[in-house]
């Protein structure tokens, strides 16, 4: 597959080979990425309680925790964390006919849980729309127009013949991973066909609003006062460059009683800075520092985070790690801006107005 092509639909013999694949119970393991958030558990959880409802034998496995805001997903009881239960982890995947790879398209993403996807004989079928997907899988449902992996898992359930199977479930699923991956349908990912997925999961039963709530209104005091240091004292502008950033030590998360998802979103507030094209989000946690990017316009943090800080993404939104120190990985990002200026210029629009004090 080359790795320009946008869209890579399943062809009418594939899709009867699936078909026939799934027309008797088999043992079937659903794999996502590292550090999963809405859209990897509501695809992984979706798939998997759709699958159920045919009476395969599903495991969903994810390569690490994720945050407590998802647990309350149909199904998320029966999840294996990897890293937390690795040999059973190991047995599942050595047992499986068939493995489906959700919202990630290079087996790097899965850590140490790619290398027993490699090693396995199962038929593996891969659904995903980030940029630049692997060539891995004997079947690739891949496209980056699509808003989320949920909006193509709905795409399978219909490919399949089975949107009379669609329940409340797999709605509440589905339209968790839509919502977050839309930041609440307001990216530009958002489509007229989304609307319409949309419509008929809450024919299905998802219940919209109290999906909502769980998800964005029910913050712990830490978290609300954790994103109050991150604005007050940790937010960096580089207005010459269009750019503002934050970053957090493991001892400001400490602090802050930090838990899996309490940073999530952040890096947005510094990208609805008026005049800001760039923002970027630095954390030093278990070890490691995790960058986050997201960016407006035809900036492509993909191909930044690619290029820079092993990662990659969408063109709008990418993350990636850094195997040097929180403060030396600021230094590096800062010292990349200038090769970027041209790039992130603000636009004139940007220029006038309250934005007087931004470079023409």
Same mark, same amino acid.
């Given at each position: 597959?080359?790795?320009?092509?946008?869209?890579?639909?399943?062809?009418?013999?594939?899709?009867?080979?699936?078909?026939?694949?799934?027309?008797? /119970?088999?043992?079937?393991?659903?794999?996502?990425?590292?550090?999963?958030?809405?859209?990897?558990?509501?695809?992984?959880?979706?798939?998997?309680?759709?699958?159920?409802?045919k009476k395969?034998?599903?495991?969903?496995?994810? /390569?690490?925790?994720?945050?407590s805001?998802?647990?309350?997903? /149909?199904?998320?009881?029966?999840?294996?964390?990897?890293?937390?239960?690795?040999?059973?982890?190991?047995?599942?995947?050595?047992?499986?006919?068939?493995?489906?790879?959700?919202?990630?398209?290079?087996?790097?993403?899965?850590?140490?849980?790619?290398?027993?996807?490699?090693?396995?004989?199962?038929?593996?079928?891969?659904?995903?729309?980030?940029?630049?997907?692997?060539?891995?899988?004997?079947?690739?449902?891949?496209?980056?127009?699509?808003?989320?992996?949920?909006?193509?898992?709905?795409?399978?359930?219909?490919?399949?013949?089975?949107?009379?199977?669609?329940?409340?479930?797999?709605?509440?699923?589905?339209?968790?991973?839509?919502?977050?991956?839309?930041?609440?349908?307001?990216?530009?990912?958002?489509?007229?066909?989304?609307?319409?997925?949309?419509?008929?999961?809450?024919d299905?039963?998802?219940?919209?609003?109290?999906?909502?709530n769980?998800i964005?209104?029910?913050?712990?005091?830490?978290?609300?006062?954790? +994103?109050?240091?991150?604005l007050?004292?940790?937010?960096?502008?580089?207005?010459?460059?269009?750019?503002?950033?934050?970053? +957090?030590?493991?001892?400001?998360?400490?602090?802050?009683?930090?838990?899996?998802?309490?940073?999530?979103?952040?890096?947005?507030?510094?990208?609805?800075?008026?005049?800001?094209?760039?923002?970027?989000?630095?954390v030093?946690?278990?070890?490691?520092?995790?960058?986050?990017?997201?960016?407006?316009?035809d900036?492509?943090?993909?191909?930044?985070?690619?290029?820079?800080?092993?990662?990659?993404?969408?063109?709008?939104?990418?993350?990636?790690?850094?195997?040097?120190?929180?403060?030396?990985?600021?230094?590096?990002?800062v010292?990349?801006l200038?090769?970027?200026?041209?790039?992130?210029?603000?636009?004139?629009?940007?220029?006038?107005?309250?934005?007087?004090?931004? /470079?023409?």
């Amino acid at each position: 597959m080359s790795p320009n092509q946008t869209i890579l639909q399943l062809n009418p013999k594939q899709i009867n080979e699936i078909k026939a694949l799934l027309s008797t /119970p088999k043992n079937i393991v659903i794999v996502t990425h590292w550090s999963p958030d809405g859209d990897a558990m509501g695809s992984t959880l979706g798939l998997y309680n759709y699958l159920n409802k045919k009476k395969h034998n599903v495991t969903v496995i994810t /390569p690490n925790d994720y945050p407590s805001f998802l647990f309350w997903l /149909p199904g998320n009881k029966k999840v294996i964390n990897f890293s937390a239960k690795t040999k059973a982890a190991k047995a599942t995947v050595a047992k499986a006919n068939i493995i489906f790879c959700l919202d990630f398209n290079s087996l790097k993403r899965i850590h140490e849980l790619g290398d027993e996807v490699t090693k396995s004989k199962a038929v593996k079928c891969m659904i995903d729309h980030h940029l630049q997907p692997d060539d891995f899988a004997d079947y690739m449902l891949h496209n980056i127009k699509a808003c989320s992996t949920c909006e193509l898992i709905f795409d399978f359930i219909e490919l399949m013949g089975d949107k009379k199977l669609l329940n409340k479930d797999i709605s509440n699923c589905l339209y968790t991973g839509i919502m977050t991956d839309t930041g609440s349908f307001r990216f530009p990912s958002t489509t007229s066909k989304t609307h319409r997925i949309i419509a008929e999961l809450v024919d299905a039963g998802c219940e919209n609003a109290a999906i909502h709530n769980r998800i964005y209104d029910d913050n712990t005091e830490d978290k609300l006062r954790l +994103l109050g240091f991150c604005l007050a004292e940790k937010l960096t502008i580089l207005k010459e460059y269009g750019t503002a950033f934050f970053s +957090l030590r493991s001892d400001e998360l400490k602090h802050f009683n930090y838990k899996k998802g309490d940073t999530e979103g952040i890096v947005n507030y510094a990208l609805s800075i008026e005049g800001i094209r760039f923002s970027a989000f630095f954390v030093e946690r278990d070890g490691e520092i995790k960058t986050s990017f997201r960016s407006k316009g035809d900036f492509n943090v993909n191909l930044f985070a690619r290029k820079h800080f092993n990662g990659g993404g969408h063109a709008n939104a990418a993350g990636g790690m850094s195997d040097i120190s929180l403060d030396e990985t600021i230094i590096k990002f800062v010292s990349l801006l200038p090769d970027y200026k041209k790039d992130l210029s603000p636009t004139p629009k940007s220029r006038i107005g309250k934005n007087k004090g931004l /470079p023409l």
